[in-house]
């Protein structure tokens, strides 16, 4: 989840994501995100949980 949540809130690219979490390749945080937006189709709880975050952060004020 902190993968897709930095690339969509902190426009942060998937090179500079995995350098920031232990020198993981781009190509294993593409992997990742999409691994995460597959389950989240099929796992209701997970996408409650996802939605939870992903709205709590959408009503932040910078």
Avoid at 35 to 57: P, T
Wanted: aromatic content about 10%; some cysteine.
């Amino acid at each position: 989840m902190l993968m897709e949540l930095l690339y969509r809130f902190c426009n942060i690219k998937q090179p500079e994501i995995g350098r920031y979490l232990g020198n993981i390749d781009y190509s294993s945080v593409s992997i990742s995100r999409k691994r995460l937006r597959l389950k989240i189709e099929k796992d209701v709880s997970l996408k409650e949980r996802f939605d939870g975050l992903f709205g709590e952060l959408s009503r932040i004020k910078i």
